[in-house]
């Protein structure tokens, strides 16, 4: 019954995606991870004429740094897409008249969440793809891949990503809110994650806060497998982290919406 909730949620969304948002959504996001890069390189070819400080290679460990902002600017797209949507489903339910018959339905609230995480990944799986072809004219290299890494970093991350989405999800339908509350938690991730340069330039006190959040380590791993070639095991304190952090963010995340639903009917949150 659980897998059957995920796979019909994930169909069913992917119908909706195919049939109502066939393209604008798609090339919306991509034209976000476009410019994104973009800026980058302007920044980097006209203010800092084509150099980066020995600072940057330091706490980078690279000195390509299109090719760091660029896979920058893929996670970030990855985390928005999957973070975002799976986040507001239920206050999409609800807007579009159907989050009545869901709660009465046999529907566990994770089979729902992870039907939509399902194909959210896939749909983002597919714009990576596109954003890889629009975005190497600028100058991605990647030129010592550890796939097995990589994949590892990815495969942490998704479950990292579904416990923060699950914890806005719960924020969400308490606060009945959706832009203020999602576009706070993606502008921060953007400025403190080390999206477009290295957290080490941020003030101490931030790095701490952004210590604490998932994709801070998913960055290092994926860039540093990719660019460097690094293996498992010499990231094994950043994947220990990751884990760790994946961990406690889905458990409370699994703990917080379990609770808010029950008590949404009452507390007439929804």
């Not at 980066?52 to 985390?79: E, H, K, P, Q």
């Not at 869901?102 to 566990?108: A, G, K, R």
């Not at 502008?187 to 998932?214: D, E, H, K, R």
């Amino acid at each position: 019954m659980f897998i059957d909730n995920i796979l019909s949620t994930a169909r069913r969304n992917l119908t909706i995606q195919t049939r109502a948002y066939p393209v604008h959504f798609f090339v919306g996001e991509l034209m976000s991870c476009f410019f994104t890069v973009l800026s980058s390189f302007f920044i980097y070819s006209i203010v800092f004429k084509g150099k980066v400080s020995d600072s940057f290679i330091r706490f980078s460990g690279t000195s390509d740094y299109m090719s760091y902002a660029i896979l920058g600017s893929f996670m970030y797209l990855f985390v928005v897409r999957t973070f975002l949507n799976v986040s507001r489903s239920f206050i999409t339910e609800m807007r579009e008249g159907t989050l009545d018959s869901l709660l009465i339905s046999p529907v566990s609230y994770m089979g729902y969440l992870s039907g939509n995480m399902l194909e959210q990944t896939l749909v983002t799986t597919g714009e990576l793809l596109a954003a890889i072809i629009i975005t190497s004219p600028f100058g991605l290299k990647m030129p010592d891949i550890n796939a097995a890494a990589a994949l590892l970093c990815i495969g942490i991350t998704l479950v990292s990503l579904f416990g923060m989405a699950i914890i806005l999800c719960g924020i969400m339908i308490y606060l009945k809110d959706t832009y203020l509350s999602q576009n706070t938690v993606f502008s921060v991730m953007y400025l403190i994650c080390g999206i477009t340069f290295p957290v080490q330039y941020l003030p101490n006190w931030v790095q701490n806060i952004s210590n604490l959040i998932p994709v801070t380590y998913s960055l290092r791993i994926f860039r540093s497998s990719i660019l460097a070639g690094s293996s498992i095991a010499s990231q094994a304190g950043d994947f220990l982290m990751l884990a760790v952090l994946s961990i406690i963010y889905f458990a409370a995340g699994v703990l917080l919406i379990n609770r808010i639903m029950k008590k949404a009917p009452e507390r007439q949150f929804i």
